[in-house]
Structures are given as structure tokens and as C-alpha cells.
Nanobody, 127 residues
Framework: QVQLVESGGGLVQAGGSLRLSCAAS????????MGWFRQAPGKEREFVAA????????YYADSVKGRFTISRDNAKNTVYLQMNSLKPEDTAVYYC????????????????????WGQGTQVTVSS
């Protein structure tokens, strides 16, 4: 059983920064891609960013490209999401997720590719 625990959410003013962390346990973390998704009230969960098992490949949603950075530390079994220049429209619950495919060549944007999810952390950006 894989456990993912997010932290680092909070309330920030527009233009500010936050760094989310996701600590993983229960599976060989370094062999799986990881992703960040978010869900705003009344909206579907959407892709934010993903990183390959090695950290060599990253993908971003167009809405966050240039502002957010995903990274991972396999020695600490942790994936991060650095969020800069935050906007009110970034307000959502942010979830980390683990890919179901072992050592996939590319991380995926598809929500159905991820089989383990954290409980989420709230990010609120005030205008």
C-alpha cells in the first residue's frame, strides 16, 4: 500500500510563493513518475505537473508553465511543487499522485494513469 502525504499549502497573496511537498512510503518511490493535480470548487480535477522517475523529464499545464516547478528527491522519497507568481485562479486543493506504470519513459498528464493519491492540501491565493 502506497501512502502519499502532502504539506505546504496555505493562504498567500497574489504574486506570492508556496512550496508543496509530498512524502511517499510503501513502494519503491524512485521507480515511478509522480504528478501534481488540483481541483477547484465546482471544477474537475486537472493536471498541473508531472516528473519522471529519474527527474529527467517534466511536464506542465500551460496555465502554470514558467511559474511552477516540479522536482523530486529520491533519497527522501519526496516530490515538490514550487509555485511562484501565484494568481487567484490557482486557488484549489492540490493533490500528489503516483504513476501506476513502473519506470515509464514519460510521465503522464492523464489522471487515469495515477493509482495512488494523497489527501490533498489547500492553496488559497487572495487578490
Amino acid at each position: 500500500q502506497v501512502q502519499l502525504v502532502e504539506s505546504g499549502g496555505g493562504l498567500v497573496q497574489a504574486g506570492g510563493s508556496l512550496r508543496l511537498s509530498c512524502a511517499a512510503s510503501g513502494r519503491t518511490f524512485s521507480s515511478y513518475a509522480m504528478g501534481w493535480f488540483r481541483q477547484a470548487p465546482g471544477k474537475e480535477r486537472e493536471f498541473v505537473a508531472a516528473i519522471s522517475w529519474s527527474g529527467g523529464s517534466t511536464y506542465y499545464a500551460d496555465s502554470v508553465k514558467g511559474r511552477f516547478t516540479i522536482s523530486r528527491d529520491n533519497a527522501k522519497n519526496t516530490v515538490y511543487l514550487q509555485m511562484n507568481s501565484l494568481k487567484p485562479e490557482d486557488t484549489a486543493v492540490y493533490y500528489c499522485a503516483a504513476d501506476r506504470v513502473w519506470a515509464a519513459d514519460r510521465p503522464s498528464r492523464a489522471i487515469e494513469r495515477y493509482d495512488y493519491w494523497g489527501q490533498g492540501t489547500q492553496v488559497t491565493v487572495s487578490s
